[in-house]
């Protein structure tokens, strides 16, 4: 390990909601805990209310993830981003780690990484997404204004690295890929107590859809499967659970038509963090049969809980090798969806325990990713 250096992490945090603040909170802890000296920079307003499509942005978990924080930034108040850098400044930083995941904090971030570069400090970008789901128009021209100024980058899958190199060819860049999130499995209840609270039996199948739900993650081909394999005289109970991003009633609409209705439950609510391993918890599978490429931060946790997973092949990229109950299909391709539900389901069993290596270490080597990307900026 390298001598103690001083990191400013950019990205949200608790209050705010969501997997890129747990990320966020998570990647500050395993930073500190290797011993780095660590500055949190959030936000005091991530996006105006009338651009934010939930009901909330902020985390109503009683058992938050928090971390020390300073909220200074608001993308849409410029005095903030100088002030910031003031701040930053201050803190003398060996690098600064910026978290990206949308292009609405294209203009902020482009000022606030130039003013830091002024002063020679190295900045790396974390990428979650170069892009976002819904690609609009002038997404690329805004992610090229911001990500210019990096001088280096973390990407977390093979797929986003080339999205990178297509959209600044002679960009830095290191691969680490998304951790696991074992947090919410520590000290879970049992998959007896869990089922016992959802109101179903030890004899039901259960598959899990988890996540704020938006028409890309492929809600409507799960429920399709499911059809499906009913038709064949299989009965599968499906937990869609999470908030719902769009027209709900489309998703009943085709429950209805599809004469599944006794097999789906919908949550749509966002789940706090004391909740998250009750669903996990009950389920014999996960589903994530995504229509377009991304990181899932749902799998991860999914991953941690050892459910076998049956994912697109637009997800499959961020998955460990190895892990060892993993059905891949190609995305919206109904029929290889229903197969591998069916497989993985005669594959499950309560004591499933994931086998592959360094399953808590996820978190520890990007820490290290991190640290050494810095020291070897500062010394090229």
């Given at each position: 390990?390298?001598?103690?250096?001083?990191?400013?992490?950019?990205?949200?945090v608790?209050?705010?909601?969501g997997?890129?603040?747990h990320?966020?909170?998570l990647l500050?802890?395993?930073?500190?805990?290797i011993?780095?000296?660590?500055?949190?920079?959030?936000?005091k307003r991530q996006?105006?209310?009338?651009?934010y499509?939930?009901k909330?942005d902020?985390?109503?978990?009683?058992?938050?993830?928090?971390v020390s924080?300073?909220?200074s930034?608001?993308?849409?108040?410029?005095?903030?981003?100088k002030?910031?850098?003031?701040?930053i400044?201050?803190?003398k930083?060996?690098?600064?780690?910026?978290?990206?995941?949308?292009?609405?904090w294209a203009?902020?971030?482009?000022?606030?990484?130039w003013?830091?570069?002024?002063?020679?400090?190295?900045?790396?970008y974390?990428?979650?997404n170069i892009?976002?789901h819904?690609?609009?128009?002038?997404?690329?021209?805004?992610a090229k204004i911001?990500?210019?100024?990096?001088?280096?980058?973390?990407?977390?899958?093979?797929?986003?690295?080339?999205?990178?190199?297509a959209l600044i060819?002679?960009a830095?860049?290191?691969?680490?890929?998304?951790?696991?999130?074992t947090?919410?499995n520590?000290?879970s209840i049992t998959?007896?107590?869990a089922?016992?609270?959802?109101k179903l039996t030890?004899?039901d199948r259960v598959?899990?859809?988890?996540?704020?739900?938006r028409?890309?993650?492929g809600?409507q081909?799960?429920?399709?499967a499911i059809a499906?394999?009913?038709?064949?005289?299989?009965?599968v109970?499906?937990?869609v659970?999470g908030e719902?991003?769009?027209?709900?009633?489309e998703?009943?609409?085709?429950?209805?038509k599809?004469?599944i209705?006794?097999?789906?439950v919908?949550?749509?609510r966002?789940?706090?963090n004391?909740?998250?391993g009750?669903?996990?918890?009950?389920?014999?599978?996960?589903?994530a049969?995504?229509?377009s490429?991304t990181?899932?931060?749902?799998v991860k946790?999914a991953?941690?809980?050892g459910l076998?997973?049956?994912?697109s092949?637009?997800?499959?990229?961020?998955i460990?090798q190895?892990?060892?109950?993993?059905?891949?299909?190609?995305?919206?391709?109904?029929l290889e969806l229903?197969?591998?539900?069916?497989?993985a389901?005669?594959q499950?069993?309560?004591?499933f325990?994931?086998?592959?290596?360094?399953?808590d270490q996820?978190?520890?080597r990007l820490?290290?990713?991190i640290v050494?990307?810095?020291?070897?900026?500062?010394?090229s």
């Amino acid at each position: 390990m390298s001598s103690k250096l001083r990191i400013v992490l950019i990205g949200p945090v608790y209050p705010y909601r969501g997997g890129i603040a747990h990320f966020t909170s998570l990647l500050s802890r395993a930073l500190e805990q290797i011993h780095q000296s660590i500055a949190v920079i959030s936000f005091k307003r991530q996006y105006p209310a009338w651009l934010y499509p939930g009901k909330s942005d902020r985390d109503p978990s009683q058992l938050p993830i928090e971390v020390s924080a300073d909220y200074s930034l608001d993308p849409l108040l410029p005095w903030t981003w100088k002030r910031t850098a003031s701040k930053i400044h201050g803190f003398k930083p060996d690098g600064v780690v910026v978290s990206w995941w949308t292009t609405f904090w294209a203009p902020a971030y482009g000022y606030l990484c130039w003013q830091i570069q002024k002063k020679g400090i190295p900045v790396i970008y974390l990428i979650h997404n170069i892009l976002p789901h819904e690609v609009r128009p002038w997404d690329r021209w805004l992610a090229k204004i911001a990500l210019k100024r990096g001088n280096a980058f973390i990407v977390q899958s093979t797929l986003e690295q080339d999205n990178l190199q297509a959209l600044i060819p002679h960009a830095k860049i290191r691969l680490s890929p998304h951790p696991v999130y074992t947090v919410f499995n520590a000290g879970s209840i049992t998959r007896s107590e869990a089922r016992q609270k959802l109101k179903l039996t030890e004899v039901d199948r259960v598959a899990l859809f988890f996540g704020i739900i938006r028409p890309y993650k492929g809600l409507q081909d799960a429920l399709q499967a499911i059809a499906q394999l009913r038709e064949s005289g299989k009965r599968v109970i499906l937990l869609v659970v999470g908030e719902i991003w769009g027209n709900k009633q489309e998703y009943l609409n085709q429950v209805h038509k599809s004469g599944i209705s006794d097999q789906v439950v919908f949550e749509d609510r966002y789940i706090p963090n004391e909740d998250v391993g009750l669903y996990f918890s009950a389920a014999d599978v996960f589903l994530a049969p995504y229509r377009s490429s991304t990181q899932s931060g749902a799998v991860k946790i999914a991953m941690a809980f050892g459910l076998p997973l049956v994912v697109s092949n637009a997800v499959a990229d961020g998955i460990a090798q190895g892990y060892p109950s993993l059905y891949v299909v190609q995305s919206e391709d109904v029929l290889e969806l229903t197969k591998a539900i069916e497989n993985a389901l005669q594959q499950s069993t309560n004591e499933f325990i994931p086998k592959y290596p360094s399953i808590d270490q996820g978190w520890d080597r990007l820490a290290r990713t991190i640290v050494e990307w810095i020291g070897s900026l500062k010394s090229s």
